[in-house]
């Protein structure tokens, strides 16, 4: 699905990921733990094709193609998605149709058919439902006066309409209370399948006892610095993460 090789960006001259590399096969969930600064956001923006993140060096292939040399549109389309650990609000621009014309930019892209008007309703309207979104809220400009968990679980409405390969999800579970966290939860965990991935980046080790990882990874200062399974969050916690990076 994803193989991260000696990954190197730098923002504004800075070097942030130092030599990252990670591979996620297609069926996996993986996190990524790390303190604040490690550069677990700028991984997300790296692979998604963010302005202002510079690739110095390393290679990062999607299913078997240089995602790198992909604009972020093209990525998307190619089936990576990025749930933001800061939603943006878009006034002015509903809902509804801001996923529904990413939806039919994708298939578009994809040489597929656009959905109809009726078709993606019915899509929205499930996706609403299973991820506890009151439907009126799709219909209102995009995040704009949602509260924080609001806001995540409409980036996992998003996740649902767009069913990506591989989804990178930038600390969902910051601002949720115990329900949303549960609901958003069960959304990660109804993506699961044997041909689709994600990449949990979280500094809690809260939303792990929902969402059971395969893999945890520590990022520290732009690597991997240890790698392990679902019980290494617990460790984490109680040991922190220089104890484990030592
Ligand atoms: P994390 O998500 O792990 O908390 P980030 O990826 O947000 O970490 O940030 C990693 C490092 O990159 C931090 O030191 C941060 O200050 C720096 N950084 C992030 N974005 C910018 C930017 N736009 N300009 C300069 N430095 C940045
Ligand atoms: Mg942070
Ligand atoms: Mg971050």
């Given at each position: 699905m994803l193989i991260i090789d000696n990954l190197h960006a730098e923002v504004d001259g800075k070097?942030?990921?130092?030599g990252l590399s990670l591979t996620v096969n297609a069926g996996e969930v993986h996190a990524i733990m790390g303190p604040n600064g490690a550069g677990k956001s700028t991984l997300s923006y790296v692979l998604a094709g963010r302005?202002?993140?510079?690739?110095t060096g390393g290679s990062v292939t999607f299913r078997g193609e240089?995602?790198?040399?992909?604009?972020p549109h093209e990525r998307a389309a190619a089936g990576l998605f990025l749930g933001l650990q800061y939603p943006v609000e878009i006034p002015g621009v509903s809902n509804l149709l801001f996923l529904r014309t990413a939806l039919n930019a994708q298939r578009t892209l994809r040489g597929e058919p656009e959905v109809s008007g009726a078709e993606f309703m019915k899509l929205a309207k499930a996706a609403a439902e299973k991820l506890g979104l009151p439907f009126d809220m799709m219909k209102?400009?995009?995040?704009?006066?949602?509260?924080g968990g609001e806001k995540k679980r409409n980036e996992m409405v998003q996740m649902h309409v767009l069913k990506p390969w591989l989804a990178v999800l930038?600390?969902?579970?910051?601002?949720?209370d115990i329900d949303a966290l549960r609901v958003v939860s069960e959304g990660i965990n109804a993506m699961?399948?044997?041909d689709h991935a994600t990449l949990l980046i979280t500094h809690?080790?809260?939303l792990l006892d929902y969402v059971v990882p395969d893999h945890i990874h520590v990022l520290m200062d732009g690597r991997i610095v240890h790698s392990g399974g679902a019980d290494l969050a617990h460790k984490l916690e109680a040991e922190g993460y220089s104890a484990i990076a030592a």
């Open positions: 070097p942030i990921l130092k302005d202002g993140y510079a690739v240089d995602l790198l040399a992909k604009e209102r400009a995009v995040n704009q006066g949602f509260s930038d600390e969902t579970d910051s601002g949720l699961r399948s044997p809690y080790q809260r």
